[in-house]
């Protein structure tokens, strides 16, 4: 079987190198792709949310199957795309549909859902231009510091957390009149709780679900979780204090209610659902949904995966998911993204990279990179992860570190922290 996979990061790459593994799978292709799923499959240069080129490039390359990486072609509906023309109705797409894929694309809808389904979740109220006066009486009835959240997709920008009263009410203000456009149209405010984050994944065909492997990814850039927020800086998996009595309440308090919400609103959901959550005192609370898998998490948890990932997103495409085996790899692994100068400031692309030859004993996921005269470089903010794996944290780290030390292009930057707070 032919299959496309949408995107071009890290994520794509590590699910590339994956599904290429798999007997059941003829050739893969990846729209637009990288330097590195050039190596494992075909690169096809498409905009994932110009549906039309997507279209085009199924029907020329005979796909069977399409698995999309980010959020944007599935809020925007590319699953209901397909549904709705008659040549690709039979070709399934894995993701949700747009109305499934809200959980993501609007915050309003995701903290409506988690509180008619019971989910623990924080403290929230949305509010909208007709409402500001509202938000700034329903701020001071929290404590700070203020957590404030665009509705819409805003590239991972739009969640703020201020400490000062009266910065929050100007940030509400500025989401309002436009700072990230459309996103901001409506503004969550909520409770801001304390714990420790993780990344709980699910693959789901709408009835059943399995559970993948966990992670803890680095949002800040700086050592210490310092500094700006960026798509992520590394990542561990498993995470340590997600052990079986925590995860029994991940499953019975998060899981299993939106599975169980999802199908009494008539949602059909097929395909990734993140639940990124915190823990608060031994208890876990969702403080958002993703539609599809994370990034650098995937880097982390796809090598972890021991059985045929394949088979599982077979399994969402023909509703028989619950027969199908998952297997997970007891080892840890570890994930440092190097990341261009400057990131997520401004950075200059087109550096070359070298010592792509070196590592050993892991994989190096391409995120921001391409090919240009011959000679791979970079094109991205985040440009590579290195994933490897140990026996314990620790080993897998020392082997992460070590590998990471041997590639090298001009202002390369990495955190020399990932998974210390463990």
């Known amino acids: 079987m032919n299959i496309l996979i949408l995107g071009s990061g890290g994520r794509e790459h590590a699910l590339a190198w994956k599904l ?128 404030i959240k665009a509705d819409g997709l805003a590239a991972g920008k739009g969640v703020l957390i201020v400490n000062d009263l009266l910065d929050a009410e100007n940030e509400v203000n500025a989401m309002l009149a436009g700072k990230f456009g459309s996103a901001g149209q409506k503004v969550v405010i909520e409770q801001f709780l304390k714990g420790i984050e993780l990344s709980v994944f699910i693959i789901t065909d709408g009835s059943s679900y399995k559970l993948l492997p966990e992670a803890k990814d680095y949002k800040k850039i700086g050592a210490g979780d310092t500094g700006l927020n960026t798509g992520g800086m590394g990542a561990v998996s498993p995470v340590p204090f997600a052990d079986t009595g925590f995860m029994k309440k991940v499953s019975e308090r998060i899981i299993d209610p939106t599975i169980k919400g999802l199908s009494e609103e008539g949602i059909l959901y097929k395909g990734f659902i993140f639940f990124g959550l915190i823990n608060v005192n031994g208890d876990p609370y969702v403080i958002e949904y993703n539609a599809r898998l994370g990034d650098p998490e995937s880097e982390a948890i796809i090598p972890r995966i021991k059985s045929d990932l394949f088979e599982l997103i077979e399994g969402v495409a023909e509703g028989n998911l619950a027969e199908k085996n998952l297997e997970i790899d007891d080892r840890f692994v570890t994930t440092i993204m190097l990341a261009s100068g400057g990131y997520p400031g401004h950075y200059e692309k087109g550096k070359e990279i070298f010592g792509l030859w070196l590592p050993r004993d892991c994989v190096v996921f391409h995120a921001g990179t391409k090919m240009s005269d011959n000679k791979i470089v970079t094109s991205g903010g985040r440009v590579l992860a290195v994933s490897a794996w140990g026996k314990t944290m620790n080993e897998a780290l020392v082997s992460s570190y070590r590998n990471a030390s041997l590639l090298s292009f001009e202002d390369m930057y990495y955190r020399m922290d990932i998974g210390f707070d463990l």
């Open 20 to 147: 290429a593994q798999s007997k059941k799978v003829s050739s893969v292709f990846i729209g637009p792709g990288n330097a590195g799923t050039a190596a494992i499959g075909i690169n096809i240069p498409l905009n994932p949310e110009n549906f039309e080129e997507v279209k085009k490039a199924v029907l020329e390359n005979k796909i069977k199957m399409v698995i999309v990486g980010p959020e944007a072609p599935l809020v925007t509906g590319i699953h209901d795309f397909f549904i709705n023309d008659k040549i690709l109705k039979n070709i399934p797409v894995i993701g949700p549909d747009k109305s499934a894929a809200r959980l993501e694309g609007s915050k309003d809808f995701a903290k409506a859902f988690l509180t008619r389904h019971k989910i623990p979740t924080a403290l929230y109220k949305s509010f909208d231009k007709s409402t500001v006066k509202e938000a700034s009486v329903f701020l001071k009835t929290l404590n700070p510091p203020y957590v």
